[in-house]
């Protein structure tokens, strides 16, 4: 894995991305506290098989995650020093073409705003969202995969960081602390992702992932606003740090970890905090174990525990699949899969595009 090249891995992590949203969405929602594994396998084999027809293929489509991913890649690599009035545009504009691709239901709200204002004050309407509080909803998160990319040049010029271009990108529509670091925390993955060379070590990449997150969630004590609790109970000021242990320990122990506990430790749910750690747990437990898929690799175990944890399935495998690509690059992802989803060749522009970027 060593040999692996950068663009390798950046087409890994935007096609992995593709894939966990249109193959995710099959089951978007299915009960939780996990699907079945044979419905996962059964659903594998049906894109493996189709995969082989000659004739016309049935296509997974992609849902608002990727819809959203694309136009942060779109707007990036038009824009790499960031637009945030273009990506405004972008979204909406994206959103008013194919409203039908399974938003967020208050996500909405910014679109007509947006447009309506002939995007004057492009962050406004996002913080007016839910009575100033902000989403929380994992919309940022879901869509950030192409901004460490891009930012992975950072480390040699002195570009816009990862963190500060995932905060802008994010708050276009989400103003709410869990839902902006939940979107940094993805990002500070998918960026580390892209530096594994041997084995994924766990423990390694949770504790980097703590010190930078310490670093977030210290600063967004003063500067983000506090979320309210509804029963006016202490708000949890590390949320992101403390839950980092939960999915240390479930993805490093020795037995196959109970659904359940999943779901009640971790979350599948539609917010950011109950769902970017889902995804991260994927990756690394998949790292190391087979568990329900043991006959595949690292990279489709991932994707299909992910699947099963069950719950916002579409996201959580869309950001499971973006760290995944990102560490085991384009050529450990099944061909068959990405010749049955909508919207992997552009996925692997995108990755050429914001790779010739990088050293500019
Ligand atoms: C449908 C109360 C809040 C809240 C707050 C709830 C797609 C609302 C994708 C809201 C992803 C929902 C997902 C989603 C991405 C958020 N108080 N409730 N402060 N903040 N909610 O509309 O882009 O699947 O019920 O901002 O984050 O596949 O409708 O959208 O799974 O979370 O949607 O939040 O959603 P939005 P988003
Ligand atoms: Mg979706
Ligand atoms: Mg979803």
Redesign the pocket.
């Known amino acids: 894995m060593t040999s692996l090249s950068l663009l390798s891995r950046f087409k890994g992590a935007l096609v992995g991305a593709v894939l966990g949203d249109c193959i995710g969405a099959y089951f978007?929602f299915e009960w939780a506290p996990s699907i079945e594994k044979e419905k996962i396998v059964n659903l594998v084999n049906k894109i493996e098989a189709e995969s082989k027809k000659d004739k016309k293929k049935k296509v997974w489509e992609f849902?608002?995650?990727t819809a959203m991913t694309r136009s942060v890649a779109r707007s990036l690599i038009a824009h790499p020093d960031f637009s945030s009035v273009d990506m405004a545009k972008k979204f909406t504009e994206e959103y008013h073409k194919e409203p039908d691709r399974?938003?967020?239901?208050?996500?909405?709200t910014i679109f007509e705003k947006l447009k309506a204002s002939d995007y004057k004050d492009i962050y406004k309407p996002a913080s007016e969202?839910?009575d100033g509080?902000?989403?929380?909803?994992?919309?940022?998160a879901?869509r950030i995969s192409p901004a460490p990319l891009l930012a992975q040049r950072e480390e040699d010029n002195d570009k816009i960081t990862k963190i500060e271009l995932t905060d802008k990108i994010t708050r276009l529509?989400?103003t709410?602390r869990d839902?902006i670091n939940g979107a940094v925390m993805q990002s500070l993955a998918i960026n580390l992702a892209l530096k594994c060379h041997e084995e994924v070590d766990i423990d390694n990449f949770v504790d980097t992932l703590k010190s930078d997150m310490a670093k977030v969630e210290e600063k967004s004590r003063s500067k983000l606003p506090k979320p309210d609790t509804e029963d006016g109970a202490e708000v949890e000021e590390f949320p992101y740090c403390k839950v980092l242990e939960t999915v240390r320990e479930y993805a490093k122990q020795e037995q196959k970890p109970d659904m359940k506990d999943i779901n009640d430790n971790l979350g599948t749910e539609?917010?950011a905090l109950k769902s970017v750690p889902a995804a991260l747990f994927s990756f690394l437990r998949a790292s190391k174990y087979g568990d329900d898929f043991k006959d595949r690799n690292p990279f489709e175990r991932t994707m299909m525990l992910s699947i099963s944890l069950g719950g916002?399935t579409?996201?959580i495998a869309t950001m499971a699949g973006a760290i995944a690509g990102a560490c085991y690059g384009i050529n450990v992802i099944p061909e068959s899969w990405q010749t049955c989803c909508e919207g992997v060749s552009d996925a692997i522009e995108f990755a050429e595009e914001l790779h010739k970027l990088q050293g500019k």
């Open positions: 978007e849902t608002d995650d399974g938003y967020g239901n208050a996500v909405i969202q839910f509080q902000g989403s929380y909803g994992n919309g940022g879901m529509t989400h709410h839902a539609i917010s916002d579409d996201t």
